[in-house]
């Protein structure tokens, strides 16, 4: 098991931070679900930690202390402690959701990094999400890494290097890492969070390897959720009368119930996100693949309904769906419907063969 269980390239800058050979500015980059923001702060542990092993209770201990802190901070400065003590020296820039970062939230943090560090060897200012950086906020930012102060660390952390400036990715040493697979975080929700092997193996499925997408999922309707996306993905092979749909579409257009968790999706794009790895799984059953999760005997039933082409159709439809959704603010109720519509129209010629079929043997 790789330190802190993050994949490579994280042992490499692990055991560069325990012999005090850490670069001051780093860039680490991946694509969504790879663990870049858990790196930088194990990493700012190990090297603040009194004996700078990545394996050793030291360590761990700070790194408790950091995540505390960084929860606290996401919190507003609710989060239970647990009898944690915050740790002053490592800060967390994250952005707004779906919001870029803004020059004065850079400035803010930058100046929090000019004195020496309280505890540790070494301020560290991780920034999530570096790429979403306005450009005043890229500028102000580009004048801290020319020129550094001696007790300061920098990791950035982004999805790409092409929508940061040049002159930033030129002053960072950068590392590559890639998403975790489905089993790896699968794993980690069963060893980490508790989840039973089939909540994890849905949850796993459904992010495509993002953990922290996987626990937005809300687990205590997740199970439920996968039964309705897979009754929603038969649709595209036996089709659903008007009633039906209508009361489908208002079922899941309602707005979202209250007291759920602010990191948790509503029931509407949990199905989305649930729909469509329902799909890939019966796109890749009729290819000859296997499934991820689910019930594979409900599965088996349905890939029955529809080729692999139809299913990959489908799932085309459900991504732009969400995408209009969530991203477009878009009417729920009628982009739903106009989906379950866009079904029935793939499910129409297949329902037409297999009644022609049927009164053929008759």
Not at 41 to 58: G, K, R
Request: proline share 8%; charged share 25%.
């Amino acid at each position: 098991m790789p330190p802190f269980g993050i994949g490579p390239p994280f042992p490499r800058l692990a055991a560069l931070a325990a012999g005090g050979r850490l670069p001051q500015s780093l860039l680490l980059t991946g694509p969504s679900g790879a663990p870049t923001v858990e790196a930088a702060i194990a990493l700012s542990a190990i090297v603040n930690s009194a004996d700078q092993d990545p394996e050793s209770e030291a360590t761990r201990m700070l790194h408790r202390r950091i995540l505390h802190t960084d929860a606290a901070a996401q919190a507003g400065g609710e989060a239970d402690s647990g009898g944690v003590s915050p740790y002053p020296d490592v800060h967390v820039l994250r952005p707004e959701r779906g919001k870029p970062i803004r020059v004065d939230e850079v400035r803010q943090a930058i100046a929090g990094t000019r004195t020496h560090p309280f505890e540790g060897r070494r301020r560290v200012l991780v920034i999530e999400a570096a790429d979403t950086m306005n450009p005043p906020a890229a500028n102000a930012l580009l004048k801290t890494l020319e020129e550094p102060h001696p007790w300061l660390g920098l990791i950035l952390c982004a999805r790409s290097e092409a929508a940061l400036l040049p002159t930033i990715v030129s002053r960072c040493q950068r590392w590559r890492f890639a998403a975790p697979t489905t089993p790896e975080v699968a794993a980690r929700l069963r060893e980490e969070h508790d989840y039973a092997p089939d909540e994890a193996a849905v949850a796993a499925a459904a992010a495509r390897g993002d953990l922290q997408r996987a626990l937005a999922l809300p687990r205590d309707r997740l199970l439920p959720l996968v039964e309705e996306a897979e009754r929603i993905a038969a649709v595209v092979g036996k089709g659903i009368p008007p009633p039906a749909r209508t009361k489908l579409t208002e079922r899941f257009t309602k707005a979202a119930p209250r007291g759920r968790k602010s990191g948790q999706l509503d029931e509407l794009q949990t199905v989305l996100v649930l729909l469509r790895a329902t799909l890939r799984d019966l796109a890749a059953l009729r290819s000859g693949g296997a499934a991820l999760s689910g019930d594979r005997e409900r599965l088996r039933k349905i890939a029955e309904l529809a080729p692999e082409g139809a299913f990959a159709e489908a799932l085309l439809l459900v991504e732009q769906a969400d995408r209009d959704m969530y991203r477009s603010y878009g009417n729920k109720r009628m982009q739903f419907d106009a989906l379950l519509l866009a079904f029935n129209e793939i499910a129409r010629p297949l329902v037409v063969a297999r009644r022609r079929a049927e009164r053929a043997q008759t």
